[in-house]
């Protein structure tokens, strides 16, 4: 069963082993000892466990995923003009992922762009929206990170449609990009270049994170500032380099956005906190609905940020600590504040015409996929058993004999019966039969047991890896555990897979 290992688990395993490498490695990571961060395996306080290992990507992947880098895909807000582009782009195991396109003379030594890219994937976090991959080919260089489908934080602040962002929500985007930039900062990658509100997204569940693409330079040089001079630190004006110190700076900046919902340049607000005008500061779509004394604390702290001397400014760690004592909805889930649906991928529509079985599994219906596998019988099996004379042994004569009893068993509806005689049939293991694994599964989800039913289901694959009613089989259990987006992953194939044979090709 080796050759199928991969599938036999699909939609039972956490995400990073359901989804496997995209390419192998042709680059040696730089060596710092700690194996466990550059595969990836630590998830940095929780929460990243599913974010596969750092790995290099092939750039016939990232085309593929992109619609060979398509206009349509294109999702950096600042467009196709862009510098540096970022594309959204989904793999052929169906992960989404956001592609940053480097413009070619940006990075011209491969080596050091992929040494750069390596050390930033060693970063696993809740807090990140976290970099998966690189690409060096030819002049090609790109970033491949997790996707993060809820807009970013200046959408949201700026340029809302429905609501505007709530006060407690806006707590914790502060709180979370802080916890991000003091994990990066304990981890010995303090440094982040043009920090701002287009770099905060937002994941499928509305929690707020960091992008991993400005932990990395846009250049080799690091000499790029896309923001409005008004809103640079003070110390890269004079000297053009990026310090810890800086990123502080650039955070507080992202602490006046939260609060006005405007973007002020960092004197023009300082003056009016000098002034004791904060309640002019206050973003007035909140219609004060927030705390004063909250809005204090917070307009304190982006004093304290937006210091002219570097060594004036709070650590990370200050950050978290001035802002977890803020937070006043834990238990509110994010995408309640936000105001978005909650993440269910509703079940497409299937992209290819539907069987009977097909139709069936849709509706879920196990009455109607029971009497399809009692008329379908044994005929998908042929070809998957070739027996020589001498194993029509009497042990052969009684697992045969078991099959009949089990398939009376499930013409009548006796179930469990069904399932021992068919175990009995499987537990010899001299011939191996797809169409009893599916039928055992249907037993199995008729006695309420979708787990050992996917189990079977998955076996039935494995023996015949091209018949749709293993996959049919699948796209029920998966159902039947509330494992709704597998599941209408699996229909699709199976349907596939059932159209390819109308086309000519073997399955049913």
């Given at each position: ?440 599964s249907l037993c199995y989800l008729l006695c309420d047991q979708p787990d050992t039913a996917l189990r079977d289901a998955m076996q039935a694959q494995c023996v015949y890896p091209d018949w749709s009613t293993a996959f049919y089989m699948q796209a029920v259990a998966l159902a039947k555990l509330d494992m709704h987006k597998d599941a209408a992953d699996m229909l699709n194939e199976a349907a596939a897979l059932e159209e390819k044979r109308q086309r000519g090709g073997r399955g049913s």
């Amino acid at each position: 069963m080796g050759c199928c290992q991969s599938s036999l688990f699909k939609g039972t395993r956490s995400d990073k082993d359901r989804y496997p490498q995209t390419t192998g490695l042709n680059h040696t990571p730089p060596s710092n000892g700690n194996d466990a961060a550059a595969a990836g395996v630590g998830d940095g306080g929780g929460g990243a466990g599913g974010v596969p290992a750092f790995s290099e990507f092939s750039l016939a992947d990232l085309k593929a995923a992109t619609n060979n880098f398509s206009s349509d895909f294109i999702v950096s807000e600042s467009g196709e003009k862009a510098p540096n582009v970022v594309y959204k782009g989904r793999l052929q195991n169906r992960r989404w992922i956001a592609v940053k396109k480097f413009t070619k003379l940006a990075w011209p030594d491969p080596k050091q762009f992929a040494d750069e890219a390596w050390g930033v994937g060693k970063l696993r976090h809740r807090r990140l929206a976290n970099l998966i991959g690189y690409c060096c080919d030819g002049d090609e260089r790109l970033l491949v990170a997790e996707y993060m489908p809820n807009d970013t934080l200046a959408k949201h602040l700026f340029h809302w449609e429905n609501q505007t962002i709530e006060w407690a929500m806006r707590l914790r985007v502060a709180l979370y990009i802080a916890e991000a930039l003091d994990y990066c900062s304990a981890e010995g990658r303090p440094l982040y270049h043009d920090l701002n509100a287009y770099r905060v997204l937002f994941d499928e569940n509305g929690d707020p994170r960091l992008s991993c693409f400005g932990m990395m330079k846009n250049s080799r040089d690091g000499k790029s500032y896309s923001t409005n001079l008004a809103y640079t630190p003070p110390e890269y004006l004079r000297n053009g380099r990026v310090t810890p110190e800086s990123v502080i700076f650039s955070f507080g900046t992202v602490l006046l956005d939260l609060l006005s919902g405007k973007h002020i340049p960092p004197s023009h607000a300082l003056d009016m906190i000098r002034g004791k005008n904060i309640p002019l500061l206050m973003d007035s779509h909140l219609e004060g609905n927030f705390s004063t004394e909250e809005a204090t604390v917070v307009f304190e702290l982006a004093s304290q940020c937006l210091q002219y001397e570097p060594r004036e400014r709070p650590s990370p760690r200050n950050l978290v600590e001035t802002l977890a004592p803020l937070q006043n909805k834990p238990d509110v889930p994010s995408y309640v504040m936000l105001g978005i649906p909650k993440h269910e991928e509703a079940p497409p529509t299937p992209q290819h015409p539907l069987s009977p079985m097909g139709d069936a599994c849709t509706r879920m219906d196990l009455t109607a996929i029971h009497q399809i596998l009692v008329m379908t019988h044994y005929k998908d099996d042929e070809g998957t058993n070739e027996l020589s004379f001498q194993e029509w042994t009497q042990q052969m004569r009684d697992m045969l004999e078991a099959r009949k009893r089990g398939d009376l068993a499930f013409r009548d509806k006796d179930f469990k019966t069904a399932i021992d005689c068919y175990s009995q049939f499987i537990d010899v293991g001299t011939m191996v039969s797809p169409t009893v694994y599916a039928r055992r599964s249907l037993c199995y989800l008729l006695c309420d047991q979708p787990d050992t039913a996917l189990r079977d289901a998955m076996q039935a694959q494995c023996v015949y890896p091209d018949w749709s009613t293993a996959f049919y089989m699948q796209a029920v259990a998966l159902a039947k555990l509330d494992m709704h987006k597998d599941a209408a992953d699996m229909l699709n194939e199976a349907a596939a897979l059932e159209e390819k044979r109308q086309r000519g090709g073997r399955g049913s």
